[in-house]
């Protein structure tokens, strides 16, 4: 998924089905029929973009030293009011270091003028900013919006790429429920530099607010729902004073975020799948994926098997800040051609260069880690735990486990949790949980073949 | 018997570089053809020094008006008296007189430099260096290797050992006359298995016996370990021990500070590793597993640390905010 603001283009995550069949099926699109598609467009995007570009914005942010531009995203007046709605990805420079950044908006007359920061939504990735005129009330949001049918025409605002303001049209395909806050997916084409923008009806009301596309995938787009949208607007009455420091109201929101997070994982008990004697602990939800493979080539001496299980949404605090996602990943390994001083090597091999701590990192601290040999019923293995805390926001936490079966010779088991963005507590928890779930069948360690050492 | 007179110019390292004799006194010493020791030294004077008899019948070294005098162990003196022992600086030489009453030290014994010893050594460095390469490859033989990969690896030990070897042997030809390869080669051999051995056993401590620190730390003690090695080696082409020593000693602990030094810029820790990465056969574990409940514990306890880390950074951060502004 990546977010739509320029200059910084996210990688996208790995999603080897989807990246297979997107190439595909772009190459057997005509030539003629995407020219025809270009050239005819639908009157009423052109009613709506008249109508609309009154209350269209450019939102850039600026260095204070030199005023070159650092950010581009785009944002719309709300109503009548001199309130625009964005992303807060847009502006996050803004909130975390307003002391060498600062905003301003660009209207499709070419005018522009300074912004002000008055709220923040991290978790929906929403921000509100007042400027010095008011809307002609095109944008409308309501408290209680139309229901959406699927195949709805939707219509996609903003100046994608800081070329010019753009009008896309797409349709309305349901909501993604993918991350902790759902998010409406939108087939229609929406590019970097629009986040921010209004996605709307013909008749103006708001249905999102443009803030992603997968980059594995076509069109495939992504909108914060307008009600959330709604829900910060609501919040800001014409008194209301920019905060001094949006540092703590930021790590508020993520706090509050990981408790909902780590429930909602922590709320059933973990499943559990095999990989050779070992029973392994893994999340499958709607919000985490897991995915296997398997490696077994004729010429190597070993052979592996891994399950690797990861949140696919990430909440974005900064360029080098994305928090509140966990992945779980476990690999199981034997061989029958290496003796069992070898193979231990090799694991130590795996087990080695696990993490990665560094000073110089302006978000976190470096890591303190904990290690011991620990044995659960018939399940030994030794349990490295690292933890860095967020310099910024305090009583968040990123936890990393790594474990390595230490009880057969010729097998072995590595795991790994990852947890980030959470309090002491909840990862305490998980991983107490994680490591309550690892266990072994106890009929292996009886059968003698086992216990031999290969030649 | 009659009293002979020999004044000795030495190098700087001490090492005699001509020897003359006189029967009789005073010698003359200085840059004109006039002198009786001619100098090629442009720093000292045409007539410089003369040695002579003082007036209770010692040996004297007086200065004759030059300009960069005569020194001795880096002070002036217009005159100095000599007995065997004395090095004196005259411009950039130096100078020692002694008379054929002059005792000499015993006879050192030539037990060792013994032909068969060199051969043995080196034939025991090649079968050293062999049998760590042959282990080292076998032990992380992960692809079924055939005997020519064991061969290829072995040529490469040997060839970096008698490299290393060969740089020591000439340094040896070059300061004191002989190479003396082979036991530079015995030297580099030990040194390279006791590290490796050093290698295994803090794996096995570490595992066995859950005494992670011992790989927190274990670049100082191979870097004790190549100090000791390079010892033997200087000691081998320069006699002077207590020197060495010191010299040796010195870089091990510049090296062990630069590594602690390093360590903490990357991790703010002095350690080498933040946690221990060794993994060994089941068969090796001696001490006992800990229960979940005790880990828990442990990860309970790693707060304080982790808030502690946090602290540390926003103060350094808030400090040098505050040297940044004018």
């Known amino acids: 998924m990546t977010f739509l603001r320029l200059p910084v283009l996210f990688a996208c995550l790995a999603f080897p089905a989807f990246a297979a069949t997107s190439s595909s099926t772009s190459n057997q699109v005509p030539e003629d029929q995407i020219s025809t598609m270009k050239t005819q ?60 950044y600062f905003g301003e908006f660009k209207d499709t007359q070419g005018k522009s003028g300074e912004i002000e920061l008055l709220a923040v939504d991290v978790l929906h990735d929403l921000a509100v900013v007042r400027i010095n005129r008011q809307g002609t009330g095109f944008f409308k949001l309501t408290e209680t919006p139309a229901p959406l049918n699927q195949g709805e025409h939707l219509y996609s605002l903003g100046n994608p790429l800081d070329l010019g303001f753009f009008i896309s049209e797409g349709t309305y395909n349901g909501l993604s429920h993918r991350g902790f806050s759902e998010q409406v997916m939108f087939t229609g084409p929406v590019n970097p530099g629009m986040s921010g923008g209004p996605n709307v009806k013909a008749d103006g009301q708001v249905a999102g607010v443009n803030v992603a596309h997968r980059r594995d995938g076509e069109l495939v787009s992504f909108l914060v ?178 474990t390595t079966s230490t009880d057969e010779p010729l097998m072995n088991l590595q795991s790994r949790l990852v947890i980030n963005g959470t309090s002491y507590e909840n990862g305490q928890k998980f991983i107490s949980q994680f490591l309550t779930g690892l266990t072994k069948e106890t009929k292996i360690t009886a059968e003698p073949n086992n216990t031999k050492e290969a030649k | 018997m009659s009293l002979f007179y020999f004044v000795e110019v030495l190098n700087h390292s001490g090492e005699l570089q001509a020897r003359h004799k006189f029967s009789e006194l005073p010698i003359r010493v200085g840059r004109s053809y006039t002198n009786d020791i001619i100098l090629d030294d442009p720093h000292t004077a045409a007539e410089h020094a ?56 015993a006879e050192v014994s030539d037990s060792s430099h013994k032909h068969w010893q060199t051969w043995l050594m080196f034939g025991c460095a090649i079968v050293m260096i062999c049998a760590l390469s042959l282990s080292t490859s076998w032990l992380g033989d992960i692809a079924n290797n055939k005997v020519s990969d064991y061969i290829m690896d072995m040529t490469k030990w040997l060839m970096s050992a008698a490299a290393w070897a060969g740089i020591w042997a000439l340094a040896n030809r070059v300061f004191s006359g002989t190479a003396n390869f082979g036991r530079h080669l015995f030297i580099f051999s030990c040194g390279i298995v006791a590290l490796d051995l050093l290698d295994h056993l803090y794996a096995f401590l570490g595992f066995a016996f859950s005494w992670e620190w011992f ?65 060994l056969p089941p068969a090796a574990r001696i001490s006992r597993n800990h229960s979940l409940a005790e880990f828990d514990q442990a990860i309970q306890q790693l707060k304080t640390d982790i808030d502690a880390e946090r602290e540390k950074a926003l103060k350094e951060k808030a400090e040098k905010n505050n040297t940044n502004k004018p």
């Open chain 2, 50 to 105: 003369i040695i002579e008899l003082n007036a209770n019948g010692k040996l004297r070294l007086r200065d004759l008006g030059s300009q960069n005098g005569l020194k001795l162990k880096g002070k002036s003196h217009s005159q100095t008296e000599l007995d065997a022992d004395t090095i004196v600086q005259l411009g950039r030489t130096l100078i020692r007189v002694r008379d054929s009453q002059y005792l000499v030290s």
């Open chain 2, 215 to 279: 790989t927190y730390y274990q670049s100082h003690l191979q870097i004790v370990l190549v100090a000791i090695t390079i010892y033997f080696h200087l000691r081998l082409i320069n006699n002077k021990r207590a020197m060495l020593k010191v010299i040796c000693a010195s870089l091990a602990a510049l090296s062990s500070g630069l590594i602690f030094m390093g360590n903490y810029q990357s991790t703010n820790q002095y350690a080498d590793n933040l946690y221990m990465s060794e993994v």
């Open chain 1, 225 to 402: 729902p307008a009600t959330y949208a709604q829900k910060l607007f609501a919040r800001i009455t014409p008194e209301s004073k920019p905060p001094a420091d949006f540092k703590p109201i930021i790590g508020e929101q993520l706090l509050v975020y990981q408790s909902v997070m780590m429930d909602t994982l922590l709320a059933k008990p973990l499943t559990h799948k095999n990989l050779g004697p070992y029973s392994v602990p893994v999340r499958e939800s709607e919000q985490v994926r897991c995915w296997g493979s398997s490696d077994t080539k004729g010429e190597k001496t070993y052979n592996t098997d891994q399950i690797n299980c990861r949140m696919e949404s990430a909440i974005y605090v900064s360029d080098d800040l994305q928090t509140g996602n966990i992945s779980i990943h476990h690999k199981f390994t034997q061989t029958d051609k290496l003796n069992s001083l070898r193979f231990a090597l090799l694991m130590g091999k795996f087990f080695s260069n696990r993490v990665d701590s560094n000073t110089k990192d302006e978000d976190v601290t470096t890591s303190r880690c904990t290690e011991e040999f620990i044995g659960n019923n018939n399940f030994s293995s030794r349990a490295v735990v690292c933890v860095e805390a967020y310099q910024k926001f305090s009583g968040l936490y990123n936890f990393l486990l790594f």
């Open chain 1, 41 to 100: 467009p639908s009157s009423t995007a052109q009613e709506l973009y008249a109508a609309a570009q009154n209350d269209l914005l450019q939102i850039r942010v600026l260095l204070k030293n030199g005023h070159s531009q650092s950010g581009v995203g785009s944002g719309f007046l709300i109503g009548t009011s001199n309130l625009v709605i964005t992303n807060f990805h847009v502006i996050s420079k803004m909130a975390l270091e307003p002391e060498t």
